[in-house]
């Protein structure tokens, strides 16, 4: 069973990284990656929210809307779930570190429409993965989303004192290096 746990979260973190492989969770991933405090605040937010979500999301559709013959409307309640979540962990933020809270802006709420967070429970869904498998994926979808914005980060850090061409500096020379980064990722296929 820990083996299990333990390539599920592997395979999360380092080959199936929904930034850099599926492309999912990337405007938070491009906007928060600034400063390394508020890639660890917004890491940690999407980890949180990752987590909830998929305790919350898989019993209600298994036990409540596939019993109820109206398994169609899942995006719609994953999406009131989700947002749900990031009230309370926006308000929790707010009130337990209001810098953190000035630092993450507007890309808080970005969460809730964060196509990382929607992407993994409607993954988890379409892949017929039972509780464990759900939360092994969440849980390594979160620290996968974390590994990528804090390298992410110390790239862009080490990019502002760079000598780039102008044309490069800023987006232009971070989104190359996102782009050099999935394919290190991609390097990784096959290990798991």
Same mark, same amino acid.
């Given at each position: 069973?820990?083996?299990?746990?333990?390539?599920?979260?592997?395979?999360? $973190?380092?080959?199936?990284?929904?930034?850099?492989?599926?492309?999912?969770?990337?405007?938070?991933?491009?906007?928060?990656?600034?400063?390394?405090?508020?890639?660890?605040?917004?890491?940690?937010?999407?980890?949180?929210?990752?987590?909830? !979500?998929?305790?919350?999301?898989?019993?209600?559709?298994?036990?409540?809307?596939?019993?109820?013959? $109206?398994?169609?409307?899942?995006?719609?309640?994953?999406? +009131?779930?989700?947002? *749900?979540?990031?009230?309370?962990?926006?308000?929790?933020?707010?009130?337990?570190?209001?810098?953190?809270?000035?630092?993450?802006? !507007?890309?808080?709420? +970005?969460?809730?429409?964060?196509?990382?967070?929607?992407?993994?429970?409607?993954?988890?869904? !379409?892949?017929?993965?039972?509780?464990?498998? *759900? =939360?092994?994926?969440?849980?390594?979808?979160?620290?996968?989303?974390?590994?990528?914005?804090? $390298?992410?980060?110390?790239?862009?850090?080490?990019?502002?004192?760079?000598?780039? *061409?102008?044309?490069?500096?800023?987006?232009?020379? !971070?989104? $190359?290096?996102?782009?050099? =980064?999935?394919?290190?990722?991609?390097?990784?296929?096959?290990?798991?």
């Amino acid at each position: 069973m820990i083996q299990v746990f333990l390539i599920g979260i592997a395979s999360s $973190i380092l080959i199936n990284n929904i930034v850099l492989m599926q492309f999912m969770g990337i405007c938070p991933f491009v906007g928060v990656s600034n400063r390394i405090e508020s890639s660890i605040g917004m890491s940690a937010a999407v980890l949180l929210v990752l987590v909830i !979500a998929t305790l919350i999301t898989y019993p209600i559709y298994h036990f409540v809307l596939l019993r109820a013959g $109206i398994g169609f409307l899942d995006t719609i309640t994953f999406i +009131l779930v989700i947002a *749900s979540l990031v009230q309370i962990v926006e308000l929790l933020i707010r009130k337990f570190s209001p810098s953190l809270y000035r630092n993450l802006g !507007a890309y808080l709420p +970005l969460i809730t429409c964060n196509c990382a967070v929607l992407g993994l429970v409607q993954i988890n869904i !379409a892949s017929r993965n039972n509780f464990f498998e *759900s =939360m092994t994926f969440a849980i390594g979808t979160g620290l996968g989303f974390a590994l990528v914005m804090i $390298i992410f980060t110390t790239m862009r850090e080490q990019l502002k004192s760079a000598d780039v *061409s102008k044309s490069f500096k800023g987006i232009p020379i !971070a989104l $190359i290096s996102a782009g050099i =980064m999935a394919l290190a990722f991609f390097g990784l296929t096959g290990l798991v």
